[in-house]
């Protein structure tokens, strides 16, 4: 028999989740961890056939202001089934497509508002959500010689933003060289941000 459950806490969540999880973030560590730092009303649902555990997501709560580079605001919050987390890796995992899509259809029922499926296989359905992929692969052709070039293509406005983006930048110097020059020196100099890094 299928039922479904909801743990607002990645402590309560049971043992059989990190079995069924497919990388370390959608595990119950990483979890716990994006509560302390990133807490965003996240919330678990799991789906369990005769008390195993088939499928289980994470849900959380974002506030997107729809008009960010305006002057006026327009606040809509949206449910996200994905992890609280700039990783390409899905908020839903299951033993089978049909226990997630299972899980899915449940969700909708459950939560209100727009509701976004980020990262999700690509076969899975989500309507009437929206699916989308979070760190997307673009290729830019880039068919301009120099970067003063690309610059005189923009539109006025856009090109008048870039100007006041480079010259808070003036005074830093580029060097671009082959990855073969890169030294432990330069390592030296990734590992001190890093370390600065939370």
């Given at each position: 028999?299928?039922?479904?459950?909801?743990?607002?806490?990645?402590?309560?969540?049971?043992?059989?989740?990190?079995?069924?999880?497919?990388?370390?973030?959608?595990?119950?560590?990483?979890?716990?961890?994006?509560?302390?730092?990133?807490?965003?009303?996240?919330?678990?649902?799991?789906?369990?056939?005769?008390?195993?555990?088939?499928?289980?997501?994470?849900?959380?709560?974002?506030?997107?202001?729809?008009?960010?580079?305006?002057?006026?605001?327009?606040?809509?919050?949206?449910?996200?089934?994905?992890?609280?987390?700039?990783?390409?890796?899905?908020?839903?995992?299951?033993?089978?497509?049909?226990?997630?899509e299972m899980l899915i259809r449940?969700?909708?029922?459950?939560?209100?508002?727009?509701?976004?499926?980020?990262?999700?296989?690509?076969?899975?359905?989500?309507?009437?959500?929206?699916?989308?992929?979070?760190?997307?692969?673009?290729?830019?052709?880039?068919?301009?010689?120099?970067?003063?070039?690309?610059?005189?293509?923009?539109?006025?406005?856009?090109?008048?933003?870039?100007?006041?983006?480079?010259?808070?930048?003036?005074?830093?110097?580029?060097?671009?060289?082959?990855?073969?020059?890169?030294?432990?020196?330069?390592?030296?100099?990734?590992?001190?941000?890093?370390?600065?890094?939370?």
């Amino acid at each position: 028999m299928n039922s479904f459950q909801k743990c607002q806490t990645a402590v309560l969540l049971p043992p059989e989740w990190d079995d069924l999880a497919q990388c370390v973030f959608q595990r119950k560590d990483f979890l716990r961890h994006a509560e302390q730092y990133n807490p965003c009303a996240q919330r678990y649902y799991m789906h369990f056939e005769n008390d195993e555990l088939l499928a289980g997501a994470c849900v959380y709560t974002l506030h997107v202001d729809l008009f960010t580079f305006s002057r006026k605001k327009m606040r809509m919050r949206m449910q996200v089934i994905g992890l609280p987390a700039s990783v390409s890796a899905s908020g839903i995992f299951g033993k089978s497509k049909c226990d997630s899509e299972m899980l899915i259809r449940h969700i909708m029922k459950m939560e209100r508002g727009v509701i976004l499926g980020l990262n999700l296989l690509t076969d899975l359905e989500v309507s009437p959500g929206i699916a989308m992929t979070m760190l997307p692969t673009i290729m830019f052709d880039n068919g301009f010689e120099h970067w003063d070039e690309y610059l005189a293509a923009f539109r006025s406005p856009y090109r008048r933003r870039a100007k006041i983006i480079l010259a808070a930048f003036e005074n830093v110097v580029s060097k671009s060289t082959s990855c073969a020059q890169f030294t432990p020196e330069h390592y030296s100099l990734y590992m001190q941000i890093m370390q600065r890094t939370p």
